[in-house]
């Protein structure tokens, strides 16, 4: 079964459940369950969710906004200026994705429109605080269109939450009529807001990413040239062999300075000119001879390997090869041959690590020590070895959702943002030129633009999706 399929099955049978639910309690309470929910206001739709509130109306019509006005005013400037920006840089940006996405020989452009499917291209592990990330810049986006419309004397009728499908989202639901009222430049202030406080959350993010070594060294964190084992997962080869707090050096003479080297040594274990073996010559082979064949098609042998050289193949004692010399080739051998692991049940790989047996031996696909030992760039023997990674992740998390939100958020398309950021900015841009242009020009022209846009994000999108269902198919 592939992974959209179990997805879609997943998301199907909650939704099922959800719904039936509604109905048998809309069943079973009647009126009681429908003013319950009315009171709460909570909504329930086909695949919606939905949780809308008058609590937080009166919070930001008090004395905070209008105490610091002038400030507020100068900071949602900033914001208009960044949006008018964004909105035009985000529809250059899905013009060269959508060129570029068919383009063979461009390996990069796919990496900058790539949608995350929970559980399918997004871990399991990950996916909780992927969700909470996505609603946190969901909820600082929002706030920055009340805010500023608060700035701007337009008062909200509510706010809330919603999820979708798997999604969630938040949402203010502002006065229509005093929005109106505004001029152009008040509402471009307003509509650019969201995305302003979207960059603004990514920027922050960034900084405290790239500060993470400053800050953890004062609560304990040490960062050395090498990277420390965090967990390891039952189902890896290794897992009894190397154990929470372990530190990897280097895997076959390739140095683990950090989780980026990690895995670079990882995947060049599978370049074969890179792999190295060991000289043995006649009277070392007998020594170390296995009694299991496991050259053969076939046979295989817990702590043996088939080694492979210009005079034949052996299956010797992996493990005690370590003593013998290095080569690359015969003309590194003294006596006797360069004899390389051979790859038919995988790869050999030699880990230097801290435990009381300091080097562990893997045999097989190297993707599977990647996918099953956790690691960490920082190390402590006080505080919890998971947090830096936590921290780390998070960070990451919010740079990638914010500024993705800041982006599709700006294209000029329907429904989105940058809808009503377009209409802003031409009336405003019309009006500081002192022409007289038709309004039914403008809205011509706005129209033509927000369908072209709109048609540029959903092939955009679609391409993607695509992508990742033939990816994962």
């Known amino acids: 079964m592939s992974q959209i399929f179990q997805l879609i099955l997943r998301v199907s049978s909650f939704w099922f459940l959800v719904n039936f639910i509604h109905i048998l309690l809309t069943k079973l309470l009647g009126e009681k369950y429908n003013f319950y929910l009315s009171r709460n206001g909570i909504f329930v739709k086909f695949v919606q969710l939905q949780w809308h509130t008058k609590r937080f109306n009166s919070t930001l019509s008090q004395g905070f906004v209008w105490r610091y006005s002038s400030k507020i005013a100068l900071w949602f400037t900033c914001g208009a200026y960044f949006g008018i920006i964004a909105m035009f840089s985000s529809i250059l940006i899905l013009m060269y994705t959508f060129i570029y996405s068919f383009v063979k020989e461009s390996e990069d452009s796919s990496k900058i429109l790539t949608p995350v499917v929970p559980g399918v291209n997004l871990p399991n592990s990950q996916i909780i605080?992927?969700?909470?990330?996505?609603?946190?810049?969901?909820?600082?986006?929002?706030?920055?269109?009340?805010?500023?419309a608060?700035?701007?004397?337009?008062?909200?009728?509510?706010?809330?939450?919603?999820?979708?499908?798997?999604?969630?989202?938040?949402?203010?639901?502002?006065?229509t009529e005093a929005l109106k009222r505004c001029d152009a430049f008040q509402r471009l202030r307003i509509f650019c807001a969201g995305v302003w406080h979207?960059?603004?959350?990514?920027?922050?993010?960034?900084?405290?990413?790239?500060?993470?070594?400053?800050t953890l060294f004062f609560l304990g964190y040490t960062k050395e040239h090498a990277v420390t084992v965090t967990s390891v997962d039952p189902g890896s080869a290794l897992f009894n062999q190397i154990y929470s707090g372990t530190k990897i050096y280097s895997v076959n003479d390739c140095p683990v300075i950090d989780k980026v080297s990690w895995g670079q040594c990882l995947w060049s274990s599978y370049d074969k000119t890179l792999l190295k073996g060991n000289c043995l010559d006649k009277s070392i082979i007998s020594e170390l001879k296995s009694n299991t064949d496991c050259c053969k098609e076939g046979v295989t042998s817990p702590k043996s390997i088939c080694f492979n050289s210009t005079a034949g193949t052996q299956c010797v004692f992996a493990r005690r090869t370590l003593d013998q010399l290095n080569c690359t080739s015969?003309?590194?051998?003294?006596?006797?041959h360069c004899y390389r692991p051979h790859s038919k049940e995988g790869f050999l790989l030699q880990l230097v690590h801290s435990s009381s047996d300091d080097t562990a031996l893997f045999i097989g696909d190297p993707s599977h020590l990647y996918y099953t030992i956790h690691l960490s760039d920082y190390s402590s023997k006080w505080f919890w070895s998971q947090l830096p990674n936590c921290i780390e992740m998070f960070m990451i998390y919010i740079v990638s959702l914010s500024g993705a939100l800041a982006i599709f958020n700006a294209v000029p398309a329907f429904y989105l943002d940058g809808q009503h950021m377009l209409d802003a900015f031409l009336e405003f841009i019309i009006g500081q030129s002192g022409r007289r242009v038709s309004a039914g020009l403008i809205s011509n022209l706005s129209f033509v633009i927000q369908l072209f846009s709109t048609v540029l994000i959903a092939v955009n999108v679609l391409n993607a999706f695509v992508s990742v269902c033939v990816m994962y198919k």
């Open 129 to 148: 605080p992927y969700l909470l990330t996505l609603l946190i810049s969901g909820i600082f986006h929002e706030y920055g269109h009340a805010l500023a």
């Open 150 to 175: 608060a700035r701007e004397g337009v008062s909200m009728y509510g706010s809330g939450l919603f999820m979708f499908l798997i999604y969630p989202a938040a949402f203010v639901d502002l006065n």
């Open 198 to 214: 979207n960059c603004i959350m990514m920027v922050g993010a960034y900084v405290i990413w790239t500060s993470l070594p400053f």
């Open 330 to 336: 015969d003309r590194d051998c003294s006596v006797g």
